[in-house]
Nanobody, 123 residues
């Protein structure tokens, strides 16, 4: 069964850091651009970052730019999202997904989703 599994979420104080992981099983991530999305209660899902399959082009939404780093380890079949200087407004369920488009200035919609991991930023 092909699926993506997110992990690494949790409760962190403002200013803290988390590293989210997106691991693929049943298929190889090498050929796919991967995006991270988040959805806070009462808000629409937003794309926060993506990385292309081969040339390492990355995109960051303004809301996380300068505080987050996306990376991939194809040998481990995993994509990571390092989040630093976390703010209460970063609280959301974070999802990873394959995306059809990932450019330096935009990202497309996700089409194969994980189950999500909760990130809560609170003192």
């Amino acid at each position: 069964q092909e699926k993506l599994v997110e992990s690494g979420g949790g409760l962190v104080q403002p200013g803290g850091s988390l590293r989210l992981s997106c691991a693929a099983s049943g298929f190889t991530l090498d050929y796919y651009a991967i995006g991270w999305f988040r959805q806070a209660p009462g808000k629409e899902r937003e794309g926060v970052s993506c990385i292309t399959s081969s040339d390492g082009i990355t995109y960051y939404a303004d809301s996380v730019k300068g505080r987050s780093t996306i990376s991939r380890d194809n040998a481990k079949n995993t994509v990571y999202l390092q989040m630093d200087s976390l703010k209460p407004e970063d609280t959301a369920v974070y999802y990873c997904a394959t995306v059809l488009r990932c450019r330096s200035d935009s990202m497309g919609l996700g089409y194969s989703w994980g189950q999500g991991t909760q990130v809560t930023v609170s003192s």
